[in-house]
C-alpha cells in the first residue's frame, strides 16, 4: 500500500492564479480531510468528507474548494491565491475519527503565493 | 473555548536522556486524545490514541498518560535517540469527529 499520497510536493503561485492539490489514498478509508499547517502553528482544518459524494466544511474553509467523486481522491482547489495561503497543505485519510482509528498523514505539498 | 496547550514549545536533550512533554486541554465533550510525531517536512505520524477510560498507552520507548479528569496529558520518551528530533503534536478528538490540534512541542536531541 502506497498509503496517502500527494502532489504536488513544493509549488510556487503568483496571485490570483489557480491550482489543484492532488491527495490519493489506497487504504479504502471512508474519511478524507485537507490540513494547512502555518509555520509554528497547530494543523487547521479546512474541509473534510465522510465518503463519496459528501464533503462538508472545516475551521477555515475560505478560499477553497473540494470534491470527492471516489472513495480514492480527495483533490482541494484554490481559486485566485493570495498571500495568506502560503502554508504547507496536508492530506490525511481514515476509516473514521472516533476509538482507535488512526488518522493517516501524506507527505504535504509546500505552497507558497508571491 | 476548545484548545489543546502544549509545553514546553521546545526542548533540547542530550541522547539517552528521559523527557516529558505536556498536553493540556479544554475540549468538551471528549472522544479520545492523540499523540503524533511529526519529523521535518513530513506529515504527522501517530504514536498513540488513548479513549476516555485508557490512563496509560505505550508504543515502544514512548509512554502517554492521560488524566481524563484533570484534562492534561504527557508523553514520556524513554532513552532518547537523535532520531526522535521531531515535534510531537497532542490532538484532542470533540464530539466523535473534530480534531483540535495543538501547536506542538519541538524536541532537539544532541549527541
Known amino acids: 500500500n502506497a498509503g496517502v499520497t500527494q502532489t504536488p510536493k513544493f509549488r510556487i503561485l503568483k496571485i490570483g492564479q489557480s491550482m489543484t492539490l492532488q491527495c490519493t489514498q489506497d487504504m479504502n478509508h471512508n474519511y478524507m480531510y485537507w490540513y494547512r499547517q502555518d509555520p509554528g502553528m497547530g494543523l487547521k482544518l479546512i474541509y473534510y468528507?465522510?465518503?463519496?459524494?459528501?464533503?462538508d466544511k472545516g475551521e477555515v474553509p475560505n478560499g477553497y474548494n473540494v470534491s470527492r467523486s471516489t472513495t480514492e481522491d480527495f483533490p482541494l482547489r484554490l481559486e485566485l491565491a493570495a498571500p495568506s495561503q502560503t502554508s504547507v497543505y496536508f492530506c490525511a485519510s481514515s476509516y473514521w475519527t472516533g476509538g482507535h482509528n488512526e488518522q493517516f498523514f501524506g507527505p504535504g505539498t509546500r505552497l507558497t503565493v508571491l | 473555548k476548545n484548545q489543546v496547550e502544549q509545553s514546553p514549545q521546545s526542548l533540547i536533550i542530550l541522547e539517552g536522556k528521559n523527557c516529558t512533554l505536556q498536553c493540556n486541554y479544554t475540549v468538551s465533550p471528549f472522544s479520545n486524545l492523540r499523540w503524533y510525531k511529526q519529523d521535518t517536512g513530513r506529515g504527522p505520524v501517530s504514536l498513540t490514541i488513548?479513549?476516555?477510560?485508557?490512563n496509560t498507552k505505550s508504543n515502544g520507548r514512548y509512554t502517554a498518560t492521560l488524566d481524563a479528569d484533570t484534562k492534561q496529558s504527557s508523553l514520556h520518551i524513554t532513552a532518547s535517540q537523535l532520531s526522535d528530533s521531531a515535534s510531537y503534536i497532542c490532538v484532542v478528538i470533540r464530539d466523535t469527529d473534530k480534531l483540535i490540534f495543538g501547536t506542538g512541542t519541538r524536541l532537539q536531541v544532541f549527541p
Open positions: 468528507s465522510v465518503g463519496a459524494g459528501i464533503t
Open positions: 488513548m479513549t476516555f477510560s485508557e
